[in-house]
Structures are given as C-alpha cells and as structure tokens.
Nanobody
Framework: QVQLVESGGGLVQAGGSLRLSCAAS????????MGWFRQAPGKGREFVAQ????????YYTDSVKGRFTISRDNAKNTVYLQMNGLKPEDTAIYYC?????????????????WGQGTQVTVSS
C-alpha cells in the first residue's frame, strides 16, 4: 500500500494559479500511473488528469485542458498538478490517487490508494 499526502490547496481569485503536490511513501511509486480527481460540494468525485509511470503519457478531462498540467518526479516520489487560469467552477476538494497499473485511468476503479484531499477554492 502507498500512502499519499496532498498539499498546496487554498483560496485564490479567478484567473489565478495554484500548484498541488502529492507526496507518496513506498519504493514502488515509480512503477504506477497516478491521477488527480476532484469533488465539489454535493457532487460525485470526477476525473481531472492522469499520468503514466514514466510521465511520458498524460490525459486530461476536457474542462481543464490547456489550463492544468500534471507532472511527476519519481526521484522525489511526488506528483504535481499545476493549475492556471482557475475558475470558480474548479472549486472542489482535490485528491491524488495511485493507479492499479502503469498508465492510469479516467475511472475511479482504476485506482487503489487515495490521499486525504486538499481544498481548492476559487472566488469570482
């Protein structure tokens, strides 16, 4: 099991930027895909972005393409989510997750370890 701890959330004005980090424990971090999900109040958890074990393959949900960038540093056991051009509709708790395989998935079922989440609030 991999333990995941997110950080970097906060309150930002619309148009601003935040960088989320997710630190992972365990020596096997580098062989798994990773993902970011978010959950807004009263809504289900939704996919945001995924990255393969090497970082060579990424995929984003349409609403964040061109604004968010997922990356990873396997030497630091950390995955990042750079969020630019933030909008009020991006307000949510953001979770990182470890995939069950090397690529990642857009489905919740493709992940088996989750962090506790970090709150992102975007004011208009």
């Amino acid at each position: 099991q991999v333990q995941l701890v997110e950080s970097g959330g906060g309150l930002v004005q619309a148009g601003g930027s935040l960088r989320l980090s997710c630190a992972a424990s365990g020596r096997t971090f580098s062989i798994y895909g990773m993902g970011w999900f978010r959950q807004a109040p009263g809504k289900g958890r939704e996919f945001v972005a995924q990255i393969s074990w090497s970082g060579s393959r990424t995929y984003y949900t349409d609403s964040v393409k061109g604004r968010f960038t997922i990356s990873r540093d396997n030497a630091k056991n950390t995955v990042y989510l750079q969020m630019n051009g933030l909008k009020p509709e991006d307000t949510a708790i953001y979770y990182c997750a470890k995939a069950v395989g090397p690529v990642g998935s857009t489905s919740l079922r493709g992940y088996d370890d989750w962090g506790q989440g970090t709150q992102v609030t975007v004011s208009s």
